[in-house]
């Protein structure tokens, strides 16, 4: 039997936790911390795990803190950040669709914030901030069109996936199409962005991001109770007293303002939102969602991924969505071959 704690507050609410995802989300969550110290200190001036705190802490010295709180911290920020938004929002899709591959990389979520983005870089020739706009706009544009394409009574998770499998295939023919009409110095601009790194990343990105993940996270776990429902079925989910489309609606536009704007922030990091709810859930052996420990798992992938990409490669500093997308893609083809041995693909 499943041990769990209950809290109550003097007003008398209660709040029932699973002892085992509470541990694992703590353990989640000092790893991403301890991770991201180690991160900042990284690089080609070298700072060390004590320094690394007493900096940001106050007590560094003058190039300590120009290091860490001027050039390192606001890209681990970013990863935190971008990793957080897509561990969630692939727990979202993947519990709304009923699918371990309702991920918005298979669904092409991503791939639709991209062609916003290199419609701005190849036909505008626009600034960063016209990127992450356009990013944006794309990303909303692709989750609209896939629900609409899906609605039919209702939206269903196999009618979803495969839906958003031909969506993607469509736009990823579109990105490839806005590469060839480019000049070189907008093709290699867009080829580094569709990459996904966090190579320069400042204070500019991380506010809208954290300003949008502080609205938009407890919207959906303020929702998570039907979103757990929802798993069970729309029809039961319906004689419970849930509001099924108004629910899965409201949750879907968080997963894909939370899939594009990391997208913007970051570019199309692959893979995260896809492995992130599935290695959590097998952590908390846990049913349902699992929104926190996905949200925990994302941030701590990302920044482990990050600093894998620059110091398990020599001398050769690789972009982060390199790692992501290779690790990913192993996971993706184990999950594929667990899912047939399994008689559901």
Same mark, same amino acid.
């Given at each position: 039997?499943?041990?769990? $704690?209950?809290?109550?507050?003097?007003? +008398? =609410? !209660?709040?029932?936790?699973?002892?085992? @995802? &509470? *541990? /694992?989300? %703590?353990? #989640?969550?000092?790893?991403?911390?301890?991770?991201?110290?180690?991160?900042?200190?990284?690089?080609?001036?070298?700072?060390?795990?004590?320094?690394?705190?007493?900096?940001?802490?106050?007590?560094?010295?003058?190039?300590?803190?120009?290091?860490?709180?001027?050039?390192?911290?606001?890209?681990?920020?970013?990863?935190?950040?971008?990793?957080?938004?897509?561990?969630?929002?692939?727990?979202?899709?993947?519990?709304?669709?009923?699918?371990? $591959?309702?991920?918005?990389?298979?669904? +092409? =979520? !991503?791939?639709?914030?991209?062609?916003? @983005? &290199? *419609? /701005?870089? %190849?036909? #505008?020739?626009?600034?960063?901030?016209?990127?992450?706009?356009?990013?944006?706009?794309?990303?909303?544009?692709?989750?609209?069109?896939?629900?609409?394409?899906?609605?039919?009574?209702?939206?269903?998770?196999?009618?979803?996936?495969?839906?958003?499998?031909?969506?993607?295939?469509?736009?990823?023919?579109?990105?490839?199409?806005?590469?060839?009409?480019?000049?070189?110095?907008?093709?290699?601009?867009?080829?580094?962005?569709?990459?996904?790194?966090?190579?320069?990343?400042?204070?500019?990105?991380?506010?809208?991001?954290?300003?949008?993940?502080? *609205?938009?996270?407890?919207?959906?776990?303020?929702?998570?109770?039907?979103?757990?429902?929802?798993?069970?079925?729309?029809?039961?989910?319906?004689?419970?007293?849930?509001?099924?489309?108004?629910?899965?609606?409201?949750?879907?536009?968080?997963?894909?303002?939370?899939?594009?704007?990391?997208?913007?922030?970051?570019?199309?990091?692959?893979?995260?939102?896809?492995?992130?709810?599935?290695?959590?859930?097998?952590?908390?052996?846990?049913?349902?969602?699992?929104?926190?420990?996905?949200?925990?798992?994302?941030?701590?992938?990302?920044?482990?991924?990050?600093?894998?990409?620059?110091?398990?490669?020599?001398?050769?500093?690789?972009?982060?969505?390199?790692?992501?997308?290779?690790?990913?893609?192993?996971?993706?083809?184990?999950?594929?071959?667990?899912?047939?041995?399994?008689?559901?693909?």
């Amino acid at each position: 039997m499943k041990s769990t $704690l209950t809290l109550r507050t003097p007003g +008398g =609410l !209660s709040l029932r936790t699973d002892v085992r @995802a &509470l *541990v /694992v989300v %703590v353990a #989640l969550l000092l790893a991403a911390c301890a991770a991201s110290v180690v991160l900042i200190g990284t690089g080609d001036f070298p700072i060390s795990f004590g320094d690394v705190l007493r900096t940001l802490a106050g007590n560094g010295t003058a190039g300590q803190d120009f290091i860490v709180n001027e050039l390192r911290l606001p890209r681990v920020l970013v990863g935190l950040l971008v990793g957080a938004s897509l561990g969630l929002g692939g727990a979202l899709f993947q519990s709304i669709s009923r699918n371990p $591959l309702g991920s918005p990389d298979v669904l +092409g =979520l !991503s791939q639709g914030a991209t062609s916003g @983005a &290199l *419609v /701005v870089i %190849v036909l #505008l020739s626009g600034t960063a901030a016209q990127v992450t706009v356009g990013a944006l706009l794309g990303g909303l544009v692709t989750g609209l069109a896939i629900y609409l394409l899906a609605w039919k009574q209702g939206v269903h998770g196999y009618r979803l996936v495969l839906v958003g499998i031909g969506v993607s295939a469509i736009v990823t023919a579109v990105n490839g199409y806005l590469l060839t009409k480019a000049d070189l110095v907008d093709a290699t601009r867009a080829v580094v962005w569709m990459t996904g790194s966090l190579d320069g990343r400042d204070w500019s990105q991380v506010w809208p991001l954290l300003a949008l993940c502080a *609205v938009l996270v407890p919207l959906v776990l303020a929702n998570a109770r039907g979103l757990r429902m929802m798993e069970m079925g729309d029809d039961v989910s319906n004689a419970l007293g849930v509001r099924v489309e108004r629910v899965r609606m409201l949750l879907m536009v968080a997963a894909v303002l939370l899939t594009a704007a990391a997208t913007a922030a970051a570019g199309p990091v692959s893979f995260v939102a896809l492995t992130a709810p599935q290695l959590a859930r097998r952590l908390t052996r846990s049913p349902g969602p699992n929104l926190v420990p996905s949200l925990c798992m994302g941030a701590t992938l990302l920044v482990t991924a990050d600093w894998a990409s620059q110091r398990a490669f020599g001398a050769d500093q690789l972009p982060v969505g390199v790692v992501t997308g290779v690790l990913g893609g192993v996971y993706l083809l184990w999950l594929l071959v667990t899912e047939r041995r399994a008689g559901r693909i």
